[in-house]
């Protein structure tokens, strides 16, 4: 009996190191820089809306959203493992290189998957819940399962999923999906095929041997920057939409002005690049982070001006209006959906 009591307190003790060696490949599975843009938009897309969350509840909310988001990269690295492994940009990762298993990555993925669209619906509502729950869908099973090795249409199509965190977002907040958050979604639908066409132009002849169909390696690198201009261009007039509808002021007119016509010079440049030069795309994906980032700032940052107080003064709700607060304040006890 000491014998055996011995021998399972040294398994606990070996054990809890390992977990603890094992945590940044777990998180690392999470896709934590893809997962913090989708978090800002989404954060976002609650702030601006014209309700308020307890700022608990809200900060729950948030957490919830970054976990689904994260979950939606974990289940997305277990899929493509093969693919993975003989890239050079993923090599890397942690199931690649044998840190986690891929049955470990499933079962992290979906527990993560379903716990964060869960603890939404209780922080939140169901509406907020759902769209979480199909983002994660859309992104596993429709982009990278059905599309991804299939059409070079992959990440135009399956762009959809990371557009909805500022719905998920608005729709936490206030319980419902409206016109605003979806002009919120196609800015960021539309920025997704000129952001990761950059980065696939200088990994093009990895993904031709992973045997995935990305624009450049299936139409070349001709028409991959021409398609690249065009979506910078149709970005710049969407991206004025939230100006143009007076729920966005403007500092954040300003800021899209200058940082579509930013885009567009870079990648009117990446057109007339030489093949064999990588910096314009290196360019032109590095901005387009930035560029989300600073339109999504100035959202936030101009809270909508007056024109947006009057679009929330005219819409009927049975909340009171708080104090000091330019939009409503609605608490659990008001007239939103069920769950909220």
């Not at 998180?27 to 989708?38: D, E, F, G, S, Y």
């Not at 936030?300 to 939009?327: D, E």
């Amino acid at each position: 009996m000491k014998t055996t009591a011995i021998a399972l307190s040294r398994l606990r003790l070996t054990s809890r190191p390992n977990l603890a060696a094992r945590l940044p490949d777990f998180i690392a599975l999470t896709k934590p820089r893809v997962m913090a843009l989708a978090v800002f938009t989404a954060l976002v897309g609650l702030m601006v809306a014209p309700a308020r969350l307890d700022p608990l509840l809200g900060f729950i909310a948030i957490l919830a959203i970054a976990a689904g988001a994260g979950a939606a990269g974990v289940l997305n690295m277990w899929y493509d493992a093969d693919i993975d492994a003989v890239m050079t940009r993923t090599a890397g990762r942690p199931i690649p290189c044998g840190a986690i298993s891929r049955l470990e990555a499933l079962a992290f993925g979906l527990v993560l998957a379903c716990s964060a669209v869960a603890v939404l619906a209780f922080a939140a509502n169901i509406t907020a819940a759902a769209l979480l729950a199909f983002a994660i869908f859309f992104y596993v099973v429709v982009y990278t399962i059905w599309l991804k090795r299939r059409t070079p249409q992959n990440i135009v199509i399956g762009g959809a999923a990371g557009a909805l965190p500022p719905v998920i977002g608005w729709a936490a907040a206030s319980g419902e999906i409206a016109l605003e958050p979806l002009v919120l979604f196609l800015i960021v639908f539309l920025w997704t095929p000129p952001h990761f066409w950059a980065l696939s132009l200088n990994r093009a002849d990895e993904y031709a041997r992973a045997g995935v169909p990305m624009l450049p390696v299936v139409a070349g690198r001709a028409e991959t920057t021409r398609q690249i201009l065009i979506y910078s261009i149709l970005l710049l007039p969407i991206s004025l939409l939230p100006w143009a509808l007076g729920f966005a002021g403007a500092i954040y007119g300003a800021t899209a002005v200058l940082c579509g016509a930013a885009s567009i010079a870079l990648a009117l440049r990446l057109v007339g690049s030489n093949e064999a030069d990588r910096r314009p795309a290196h360019r032109l994906f590095a901005f387009s982070i930035l560029y989300l980032f600073l339109l999504f700032a100035a959202l936030c940052a101009g809270n909508g001006g007056g024109s947006w107080s009057l679009m929330v003064s005219a819409r009927p709700t049975t909340a009171a209006i708080a104090p000091g607060y330019p939009t409503l304040c609605v608490t659990r006890g008001s007239n939103l959906p069920e769950g909220a």
